[in-house]
């Protein structure tokens, strides 16, 4: 296992890149900020390190994959690229780091928008890029809010929605109001479809006798989403609850078409993410930042 001894010194912030702080001097930004946009010190002279930031956030992305976000480690990532834990070190300060690092390399490619598909339907693809890649690497959203200062590529992420956005007559604030509004729905939707994967899941391997190791994709993909916590809501209603407790309920689906299948009932991501689409256009209209003829 390599020590990484070589004389490059750990990467430390340039001089002192910063923002205004409201009275007219500039405050500085926290440490971790500055690297995570290569505000680093120059090298100095001698042989390139074998070892990297980039690697160590690839190791600690791959081993979050694989295992979920409680395995990373500094000792794990050390196994995993070949160095001893104190050589990571150098090019990462700790833990705390290492997230923000994650959080933000995680988001380095964009959805693909076309050029003039609209805002609406390109803010519908931006979102929904969001989701998936949620639901795709659920460890995301165990990530502390302390992680996810603005970094270049979540930065980009935003551009891209600024771009979607610049035909809407609509100031740059109002603007960054729309885009957090639909990254709340991200995370709100990511969670939902997380949460209840994994319920379902712990549910078929305990009705199957599995440990609870057992991969998802040695499981009955059937039996997964049967076992859904919210697939028998209808079930549970007409077997336990007293219409005289829930008249509203029962009287909703006792007047709903068992043919009457909408078509988000297929597609809940789209469907969510429509109806938000739906407030901010009005909105949009509202305040004059689109025509009001229904165009």
């Not at 990484?4 to 430390?12: K, R």
């Not at 160095?83 to 988001?107: C, N």
């Not at 499981?219 to 005289?244: G, Q, R």
Request: proline share 9%.
């Amino acid at each position: 296992m390599s020590t990484d001894t070589t004389p490059e010194p750990a990467e430390q912030p340039q001089a002192t890149p910063g923002q205004p702080d409201g009275t007219g001097a500039t405050r500085e930004l926290p440490a971790v900020v500055q690297r995570l946009w290569g505000a680093a010190a120059p090298r100095r002279r001698g042989p390139k390190p074998a070892l990297s930031a980039a690697q160590i956030v690839q190791a600690a992305l791959d081993l979050a994959d694989a295992e979920g976000l409680a395995a990373v480690s500094m000792a794990r990532i050390a196994d995993a690229v070949g160095y001893t834990p104190m050589a990571l070190y150098r090019h990462v300060s700790g833990k705390e780091e290492l997230l923000v690092l994650m959080a933000d390399a995680v988001a380095a490619e964009l959805p693909d928008i076309p050029a003039g598909i609209g805002w609406r339907a390109g803010l519908e693809r931006w979102t929904r890029a969001q989701i998936e890649l949620g639901i795709a690497r659920p460890w995301m959203l165990e990530l502390p809010l302390s992680a996810a200062p603005p970094g270049p590529n979540r930065v980009r992420w935003i551009d891209q929605a600024f771009g979607v956005l610049q035909p809407v007559e609509l100031p740059a604030d109002a603007k960054l109001a729309v885009i957090g509004l639909l990254a709340q729905h991200v995370l709100g939707e990511s969670r939902v479809h997380i949460e209840s994967r994994r319920a379902a899941v712990q549910q078929v391997l305990r009705e199957s006798g599995l440990p609870d190791g057992t991969p998802e994709s040695e499981l009955d993909p059937a039996a997964i989403d049967a076992a859904n916590p919210y697939a028998d809501f209808e079930t549970v209603l007409s077997t336990y609850a007293d219409p005289t407790m829930y008249p509203n309920l029962f009287e909703s689906f006792a007047t709903w078409p068992e043919d009457s299948m909408t078509a988000h009932s297929e597609d809940d991501i789209a469907f969510g993410i429509s109806v938000v689409l739906d407030g901010i256009e009005a909105f949009l209209r509202r305040c004059g930042a689109l025509p009001d003829d229904g165009s």
